[in-house]
């Protein structure tokens, strides 16, 4: 079964979150025009991944930091909040299934912490999945908490079977093999991470995994950063690429079906093909003929982790 899909690189408007949603449903209606069933959005892309965790210094930049990190939380999306109801409305009159990374902010418990997660909405403008970053990478975890595994799962869309892994969860391999477990077609990586080093790991996880590997990062520029964007001639310059995009699509065995779309702040498309699925894991099938269970075993805790239980 073929099936067009489309990659969104393009900029959000940057920590403005009800702006960035409605950029997001004019991308989700140019990919529907053009025939796309499937798309995908980056890492954080609501309202924007935090670039600025790579260049501030602790110390004496933490006014700064806090400032910054106020702008996030008060667009963060509220999930519990329907936020994200745009695009499910979008999603349900394009019959298409949406993936878009986002600034998550914790509304149940503590009302301020935020996550780096992404979501599946189905065509049926449902929310099929929310999977939070298990662990933020580095200067990331001054802006993020960590996820828990209630959101590793693989779930059924028109284009194929479809799974998750935020950026660097990627280079986990026992989230990977998570993944594979569930009779995986598409793998999806929106990222931050960019350049010949990203697309190896994803070649590779197309090859062991067998599966369709997507990955897109966030093409931008510093001007592409708001004009009251803190510092930000001095942090940014205007022409210089904060991060290239590099939007590619695998096909299962790793060989390069799309892209890379490299410094374009467009639309990458391609079509895939789920029966390359099963040809691919005729000879290596790394959770079937090729797993070792009588030596080798995982066990994930799906429950979700909570600061609190109250008892009534």
């Not at 210094?57 to 700064?64: C, H, N, Q, R, Y």
């Not at 077609?185 to 997507?214: F, K, M, Q, S």
């Not at 079509?271 to 090729?290: C, Q, T, W």
Request: charged share 25%; aromatic share 8%; glycine share 8%.
């Amino acid at each position: 079964m073929q099936a067009k899909i489309a990659i969104v690189q393009k900029p959000p408007v940057f920590l403005d979150r009800e702006a960035t949603i409605a950029r997001a449903v004019e991308a989700i209606n140019e990919a529907a025009d053009a025939g796309a069933t499937l798309v995908i959005f980056p890492e954080a892309w609501i309202p924007g991944y935090p670039t600025w965790v790579w260049r501030l210094k602790p110390g004496t930049d933490m006014a700064l930091s806090s400032e910054l990190h106020a702008r996030l939380r008060s667009n963060a999306v509220d999930i519990e909040r329907d936020d994200l109801e745009p695009l499910q409305k979008a999603a349900s009159q394009r019959a298409v299934t949406i993936v878009v990374g986002l600034n998550e902010i914790d509304s149940r418990f503590s009302g301020t912490t935020l996550f780096n997660t992404v979501v599946v909405i189905g065509p049926d403008g449902t929310l099929q999945n929310r999977h939070r970053k298990l662990m933020p990478t580095n200067p990331e975890r001054m802006v993020w908490g960590t996820g828990d595994a209630s959101g590793l799962r693989v779930v059924d869309t028109p284009v194929g079977r479809l799974g998750c892994l935020i950026c660097w969860e990627s280079y986990m391999p026992l989230a990977r093999y998570a993944l594979y477990a569930q009779n995986i077609d598409i793998l999806v990586n929106p990222t931050w991470d960019n350049g010949e080093l990203c697309l190896a790991t994803l070649r590779h996880i197309a090859r062991e995994g067998g599966c369709w590997v997507i990955g897109t990062a966030t093409a931008m520029q510093g001007s592409d950063l708001p004009a009251d964007f803190p510092d930000r001639d001095r942090l940014f310059k205007a022409e210089e690429w904060i991060n290239d995009g590099d939007a590619v699509v695998v096909k299962p065995g790793g060989a390069i079906a799309a892209g890379p779309l490299n410094r374009d702040k467009g639309i990458l498309f391609a079509e895939i093909d789920r029966e390359a699925v099963g040809r691919a894991r005729r000879s290596l099938d790394v959770a079937g003929h090729y797993s070792r269970p009588d030596i080798f075993s995982l066990s994930i805790s799906r429950k979700p982790l909570t600061p609190v239980a109250f008892t009534d």
